[in-house]
């Protein structure tokens, strides 16, 4: 037994009363030990003594030593202070773009001045003089330019300096980056393409690795790499077209089927994700999903295209969207196709890497595409929501970005064509900007969208090409009221938990979809109008009087302290912590809903089969426990889940 019960410090044993379930919806699920016991007796283990008007009962932490049954113990619920960081302010901001800065000019190959990739963002250099290289320091924006080469080159987010500029290195000159700390060093890397090879480069631009040749497995031509940890090992995997490789650029394993690319186009934009939610993360590319070692999981036999995923149904795992020539799909986690929409122009070449984002403040996913004369945007169903005039006849395959800059619920979709750079409003399409800063010939690059000088509010980093502009120009608020934006935008399939905010990769990446569902946005707010909600539990008694017959019983509690209604299912799972790991006991299902701010009544397990666990203690995971990134709720604080008993269990 715990040395203080909790239930010592809530409630006196002439208080407890004998209270039922049914005033709840709880039901058993995956329970290793039986159903509950529907016979029930009238007094807690605490308090042996409470139908008596004796006053020298035991204590109420204290179990009767010759008691040889676990009598029902319930304690009422009962209020919960709330807590305030589970409500958000929405702090609404102005919408006035300005150049802020622009980079057209390198002191290193100066002929080489075009940008026809996704602008990246991290941090490479210690600005701040702390010895550390993180997201304390100013960020830093890296991109390829051509010309007469494909250089790699580095500049410090605040305009005011080059970092490095690396020539010679046969790099695609269209080709886009990925950054992200691939050898645990606690710094970044950054690898880049070739027309048939991977080169990964250290944080000050010196080579780090080249990989095999990739032939076939890659495009050649604006091939985007990304960056996971597929396996969970702390060694991130490199993704291009349908290679995998491993952290020391040797070729993984590599699939049969599609690259995530148009085959009459260019480019490649594959990536991975955990899409099942398996623990595993797989390669999404537009026909098919593969394993860490490239083994097809399924094929569907659909065109290969550009892909993006998000939830757009019920269940917890994840769907993708596929662009083919601006025929749009959505396909299940399996790859059967949910449903299929066309953009005006569709056909060979017309249209780029798609986008999710809640553009129309509905808590549901809508999915954004730009094509040869149009930008559209497609309902969580496949409806045509809105599309307007555009012009990339150069390509009609350029990607787009999301950010919600004004903080009021609504996503802006941000797009640059051939000659302008455009924000729309999210639910109907209207113009809010169209600047003609901006000229691009377009492949498949977008805007990023990053705080890169650490002002705490998000900046447009826009790639330029001949036509009156080149280099990158940085577009931020003349009022100084955008919403902040992350300090890192580390690659094309950017889906906000692919990289931590340092840099480094995480082993086991929170699912996107279960907080913010969207891809290619830097849209932080989580979908719940700034209001949160905060599961707890406790862990009240645990009844050890049984532990002879291989029994206990275990009584619980949980509540919500955030100011979001629970309204959903959610699970709880008591675990038992052993000298070999935790070992799942029982899981339950709460379905009856929390208000803010209430404790529920008391939920009794019963579980068998313990005595050959040596139980060192208990713990209750709700809702997926600490961080659970399969969790139904996005919480304000993911680290109170998890509650300890706090004492072994039937210890001889």
């Given at each position: 037994m715990r040395p203080t019960s909790l239930l010592s410090l809530l409630?006196?044993?002439?208080?407890?009363?004998?209270?039922?379930?049914?005033?709840?919806?709880?039901?058993?699920?995956?329970?290793?030990?039986?159903?509950?016991?529907?016979?029930q007796v009238d007094c807690p283990p605490s308090d042996p003594d409470c139908d008596d008007s004796a006053t020298d009962s035991l204590p109420p932490d204290s179990l009767p030593p010759d008691n040889d049954t676990c009598d029902e113990f319930n304690l009422p619920g009962e209020s919960l202070a709330l807590v305030e960081e589970c409500y958000v302010e929405v702090s609404t901001g102005t919408f006035t773009p300005v150049v802020e800065w622009r980079k057209s000019r390198w002191s290193v190959d100066a002929s080489s001045n075009n940008i026809m990739m996704m602008p990246a963002v991290a941090s490479l250099n210690d600005d701040n003089g702390d010895g550390l290289i993180n997201d304390d320091d100013i960020p830093d924006i890296v991109v390829i330019t051509y010309g007469s080469n494909g250089t790699l080159r580095a500049v410090s987010g605040d305009g005011s300096k080059e970092i490095f500029n690396i020539v010679g290195a046969g790099l695609q000159g269209q080709g886009a980056v990925a950054i992200g700390d691939i050898d645990n060093d606690g710094i970044v890397e950054i690898v880049a393409p070739t027309s048939n090879t991977i080169k990964a480069f250290e944080h000050?631009?010196?080579?780090?690795?080249?990989?095999?040749?990739?032939?076939?497995?890659?495009?050649?031509?604006?091939?985007?790499?990304?960056?996971?940890?597929?396996?969970?090992?702390?060694?991130?995997?490199?993704?291009i077209g349908k290679a995998i490789l491993n952290n020391d650029g040797s070729l993984r394993g590599a699939g049969a089927y599609g690259r995530g690319g148009v085959a009459s186009n260019v480019g490649t934009t594959s990536f991975a994700v955990d899409l099942n939610l398996d623990g595993t993360q797989e390669v999404i590319v537009g026909n098919a999903m593969y394993t860490p070692g490239g083994a097809a999981i399924w094929a569907n036999g659909e065109l290969d295209g550009y892909v993006a995923v998000g939830n757009f149904d019920s269940d917890p795992e994840g769907e993708i969207v596929v662009n083919a020539s601006g025929n749009l799909r959505l396909q299940d986690t399996n790859g059967t196709v949910l449903w299929r929409a066309k953009m005006t122009g569709a056909g060979s070449y017309y249209g780029g890497p798609p986008t999710v984002a809640d553009f129309d403040g509905d808590g549901l996913p809508e999915v954004g595409i730009a094509g040869q004369s149009t930008y559209t945007v497609f309902d969580t169903d496949g409806r045509k929501m809105w599309e307007k005039a555009t012009q990339d006849g150069s390509s009609g395959n350029t990607g787009s970005s999301v950010f919600d800059f004004e903080g009021d619920g609504v996503a802006e979709a941000v797009y640059a064509d051939e000659t302008r750079l455009w924000v729309f409003n999210g639910p109907?399409?209207?113009?809010?900007?169209?600047?003609?800063?901006?000229?691009?010939g377009t492949w498949t690059e977008y805007p990023a969208i990053a705080d890169v000088d650490g002002d705490g509010q998000a900046e447009i980093v826009v790639p330029n090409t001949s036509g009156g502009h080149t280099g990158f120009y940085v577009f931020g608020d003349a009022d100084s009221s955008w919403q902040p934006g992350r300090k890192i935008w580390n690659q094309h399939a950017y889906h906000i938990t692919n990289v931590n905010d340092d840099g480094t990769i995480p082993a086991v990446a929170a699912i996107n979809w279960s907080t913010y569902n969207n891809f290619r946005s830097g849209d932080l707010t989580a979908g719940s109008g700034g209001v949160y909600a905060d599961l707890i539990g406790i862990i009240d008694e645990v009844c050890e009087a049984l532990c002879a017959e291989d029994r206990i019983f275990v009584y619980v509690r949980v509540g919500n302290q955030g100011y979001l209604d629970v309204t959903e299912s959610f699970d709880i799972t008591l675990t038992a912590i052993t000298p070999t790991g935790e070992v799942p006991l029982q899981t339950r299902t709460v379905s009856s809903g929390i208000a803010p701010g209430v404790l529920l009544d008391t939920i009794t397990f019963e579980v068998s089969g313990v005595s050959a666990l040596d139980i060192l203690d208990l713990t209750l995971k709700v809702d997926g426990g600490n961080g659970a990134s399969t969790g139904v709720y996005s919480e304000c604080d993911e680290t109170n889940n998890e509650p300890v008993w706090g004492a072994p269990v039937c210890a001889e």
């Open positions: 409630c006196p044993a002439t208080a407890l009363v004998a209270l039922g379930c049914s005033d709840y919806n709880i039901t058993p699920k995956d329970d290793n030990g039986g159903a509950v016991d529907s016979e000050d631009g010196s080579l780090k690795w080249t990989s095999p040749n990739l032939s076939g497995h890659m495009y050649g031509t604006s091939d985007a790499p990304a960056i996971s940890d597929m396996n969970g090992d702390g060694k991130p995997e490199i993704i109907d399409g209207s113009i809010k900007l169209s600047s003609t800063e901006h000229s691009n």
